[in-house]
């Protein structure tokens, strides 16, 4: 007995290792400790490798025994030396001692040798610590590495080196079983596998001290897609790299070197260049849609970078920080010709199968054809095509439009070409800016497809109303005492800083969708901020500059300090706001507008006249909305949409002030006579059931979620009762009303256009074609906030110019400049895109005939 321990005689099971006939053991769970006979030294680590340094008297490996025969130390140092006979490499040696001392195998069993030899260096040096190469041979296939058992032959090309270790330990349904592998052997599979309490990621190779510690892979613990996507690989006939040379991942670093330089060239290739996506392909088995090359392709696309990014310098020396030992640098160092080339042709494969999926839900809810119109830099005109339905918005071309703009014969041919590609039998309207050769191609188009609506973008009306209104004196002038104090802040860097200092870290600007949109937006951030600028123009900070003696610094003061300019603002917010409300419904990604539209129209008109409640003065607002609405008045499909909202319908307790005519007008085009023309009779006669709430319309649940579900999905639901109305009332609610703003910086319109050479323009549309689709993508996700960036940055300030660009600039009215000072705006400023659905404010009470009159 010793150290509370008792030891037993380690000779008592033979072993190779003279060391064992010097010592005693005493095992503890899994683990054995060594006490060395001579001075009573007790090993808690390190394997008999220690020991024998130990004994032998080696400097540096740990405590020397001072009390070992001579003879003993002289054999034991001639055994560390290589003098033993039938002696094992010493890494293999060491190896097997190690798993012996650990209890992860018997002492008496015989590992066998892999011919990849366990080795501290060399291709195999990813490996050498696994046991179970030690039971298997390797096989090269193919320039692709297949393990075979070396007990029944069964041969593994893929599923990797942690299948076959399931395969030696006998675990029935992940892996075909070994019948001949000795017990023992299958014994200390099943320990190395239950020291794991998480399957490691594929290709990473737990270190012995790992496997005894049960730590799972870094890779793997960060979730199953690790770096290149989802390894996992069940099929042994699948030969995706899991056993490659250089397979795997350890620690973070991406082990490519063999890889990269295969077969001379590396992929065949006469030319010598490097197929970046056989590379990727090998590297753990990914396919190239979820690798490194197609992930920093799609970053590029998205932000619109130059082809010529890669090449930089500065490139190369930045993707080489994400190399530890240099492999990881060679993957990342793609070139132009890669972005242009193979990675584009992936990246329009992956859109034109995400488009195929919206086609799938065109055929069930409808769509409708979006036409944007935009005015290059040059001055063309370009027309870009979108589709819209409930699953989002997809980009399908960009047009030149500059010579047939204002030719309403050829503007339809163009429209008629695109529904014809669509699929006329899916498009419900087709929606466009506001203007008279519009209306007269929409006109045609109608004409020659009986089954769709033309109709002007409801989000240009609205943005119509807010410029007229803008337009009258009392409001443009109180814009321009509000510009005045704006231009002045953001012109002096130290006037800035000052004031984000009291706002703290906030703008006073606020960038909407348009630039009459942004009149008012900038108005309601600024009155948010009244008091913090008060309390600035009285600090001692604002009086001791000299900025505050300057003629804008007394003008700005003067308008913060003016009382009047305050009351004016809060009139002219209230005035205003509702429409900006309307505006955001209409642009909404979230959900169709078509049921709430008319709705947030009407709002805006209650909230003026309850603001000015003078029939004289809230009628000349009025008449604004009444007239620009004109054109929307006419489309009996968003009378149709906010009579078949049950939140309106029900809530106004069915009267909802809609002309039946509306909806027999939307039967009549929307739902088609062949092949059966009983199916308008059917459908218009179930109107009848959705006024009474019949069936399941009227459930508990039905009532109950009315104001909750989305009206699309509440009719998918309880419209069952009523299937050819339910249909209908689907595919008009997921209907858009306006054309989404979309943020097309960077992208090559303007050199799609003016191209010459067929082939560049037709990568140039496959490339518009995946920008633009990757940004449709992105403004469909809400938490991605927009309008975040600092104000005066020249990407942000098209719109919101008129607050902070001087008339005339004169550098010597402004003192010293100095961007670099500013406090940089707080990332958790208020947005123009409100938290709140702008749709639950809507209410559902809409029985007043006087507002409805000119909507409807």
Known sequence: MADGLEFTPASSTPKKDPAWNHCQTYQDGLRKHLKCIYCGKVFKGGGIYRFKEHLSGRKGGGPICDKVPGDVKATIQNYLDGGGSGRMSRSQMDYQEDLSSAGLVDNHVQLLVNPLEYSDSGPNKRRKKDVAWLHCEALKVNDRVQIKCKYCGKIFKGGGIYRFKEHLAGRKGSAPVCLKVSEDIRKAMQLLLDELPVRPSRGHNLTLEEMKAGIVSPISAAGPMGIFGNHHVDDDDNDGGGN?????????????????????????????????????????????????????????????????????????????????????????????????????KNLVKEVNEEINRHKSTWERTGCSILVEQRTTESGRIVLNFLVQCARGTVFLKSVDASNIDYSADDLYGVLKEVVEIVGPEHVLQVITHVGEHYAVAGKNLMDNFPSLYWAPCAANCIDLMLEDFGKFEIISGVIERARSITKFFYNQSAVLKLMRTFTYGNDILQQGPTRSATNFTSLKRLADFKLNLQTMVTSPEWMESPYSK?????????????????????????????????????????????????????????????????????????????????????????????????????????????????????????????????????????????????????????????????????????GGG???????????????????????????????????????????????????????????????????????????????????????????????MDWMALVPSNTNSMQLASSVDETEDLGTAFGDPEILNGLV
Request: glycine share 8%; net charge negative.
């Open 550 to 718: 300057l003629l804008g610094g007394m003008a700005a003061m003067e308008v913060i300090n003016d009382r009047s300019f305050w009351s004016d603002c809060i009139v002219i917010i209230r005035l205003t706001s509702p429409l900006l409300r309307a505006l955001n419904v209409v642009s909404s990604q979230k959900r169709g507008a078509m049921g709430y539209v008319l709705a947030a129209i009407y709002r805006a008109k209650e909230a003026i006249r309850r603001e000015l409640t003078k029939s004289e003065e809230y009628m000349v607002y009025w008449n604004i909305i009444d007239e620009r609405w004109q054109l929307q008045k006419h489309l009996p499909i968003q009378a149709a949409g906010f009579f078949l909202n049950p939140k309106f319908f029900y809530g106004s307790g069915g009267e909802l002030q809609i002309p039946t005519s509306k909806m027999l007008d939307c039967i009549e085009r929307l739902v088609p006579e062949l092949p059966d023309p009983e199916v308008q009779d059917k459908t218009a006669g179930e109107l009848n059931l959705y006024k009474s709430a019949a069936g399941d319309l009227g459930r508990k649940m039905a009532v109950r979620t009315r104001e909750t579900m989305l009206p699309a999905e509440w009719w998918s639901t309880y």
């Open 722 to 816: 009523c299937p050819n109305l339910a249909r209908l009332a689907v595919r008009i609610l997921s209907q858009p009303c306006g054309i989404p703003v979309c943020n097309w910086n960077h992208i090559p319109f303007e050199k799609l256009h003016s191209s010459r050479n067929c082939l560049e323009r037709q990568r140039l549309a496959d490339t518009i074609l995946v920008q633009c689709n990757f940004r449709l993508k992105q403004m469909s996700n809400e938490s991605r906030k927009h309008n975040s960036g600092d104000v005066i940055t020249f990407e942000n300030n098209s719109l919101i110019e008129d607050w902070i660009a001087e008339n005339e600039m004169n550098l010597e009215d402004y003192g010293e």
């Open 244 to 344: 490659s040379e250089s397979e795997g991942v350890d620690g973070l670093e991406i082990n490519l070197n063999s890889l990269l330089h295969q077969g001379g060239t590396g992929n065949g290739k006469e030319d010598g260049t490097r197929d970046n996506r056989s590379l990727v392909a090998g590297a753990g088995g990914a396919n190239v849609e979820n690798s490194v090359h197609v992930k920093l392709g799609r970053f590029l696309y998205d932000v619109g970078a130059s082809f010529d990014a890669l090449d930089s310098a500065f490139f190369s020396s930045f993707s080489g920080m994400f190399s530890h030992r240099g492999g990881a640098a060679e993957v990342l160092g793609l070139s132009s010709r890669d972005l242009r080339g193979w990675i584009l």
